[in-house]
């Protein structure tokens, strides 16, 4: 598995909160009984194992869960967040994605469509072949035309098999963003809370570090 790593993290924390959203505090054993269950309704869903699928979502524990379920697919991951609007659609369809997976920012449950056949690429179609989990993540288009770029996940995941000291932090960047989750997998991997906030005004994200002690 993938993350066998993470998993041996999560398991030795079982009883500490890995998320903080909507002022909820999930736990780690959460997480581990979550990523079982989105394990199974992958293959109840008939997706099969290197498919790429772009997941529409936030920070929310069902997301991670799922991120995490889908790496231990060997999916290829497009991510996505509702505030692409437009792009959604051209960030699908340049990824080749075979399927969407879309969990609702206010119940976190997630509605599962077919929306394409397998394409050819020979980036994608390497991972495939080889066994390994992708991330296609796109650039913001300031330039012109989105770029996107296709990454090996376990590559990605490696360096946060070091241990790293445990901290409680602000997941104040994007779902579809390297940056975001490369913070995401930096808490989670050390113990640490990820605390979401649906919100950037100076004042609510103060009192989110006040209040769960970021």
Not at 28 to 42: G, P, Q, V, Y
């Amino acid at each position: 598995m993938h993350t066998d790593f993470l998993i041996d993290v999560f398991k030795e924390n079982n009883d500490q909160d890995a998320i903080v959203w909507n002022n909820k505090a999930y736990k780690f054993s959460w997480l581990l009984e979550n990523i079982t269950k989105w394990e199974k309704k992958l293959s109840d869903e008939a997706i099969a194992k290197g498919s790429i699928v772009a997941l529409e979502a936030d920070f929310s524990p069902n997301s991670v869960a799922m991120l995490i379920a889908l790496i231990n697919h060997s999916c290829i991951i497009i991510p996505l967040t509702a505030s692409l609007g437009e792009k959604k659609k051209q960030f699908r369809e340049t990824g080749n994605a075979q399927f969407n997976i879309v969990l609702d920012l206010k119940s976190d449950k997630a509605i599962f469509s077919r929306i394409g056949e397998s394409a050819s690429h020979p980036l994608t179609d390497q991972l495939k072949k080889d066994g390994i989990p992708g991330l296609i993540v796109y650039s913001s288009g300031s330039s012109g035309k989105s770029k996107a770029t296709v990454h090996d996940f376990s590559k990605l995941l490696d360096k946060f098999r070091v241990r790293r000291p445990c901290r409680r932090t602000l997941a104040f960047l994007l779902f579809d963003h390297l940056g975001g989750i490369n913070t995401i997998f930096h808490i989670l991997s050390n113990g640490g809370c990820v605390i979401t906030t649906n919100s950037h005004r100076p004042n609510d994200v103060c009192k989110i570090i006040q209040d769960h002690k970021v």
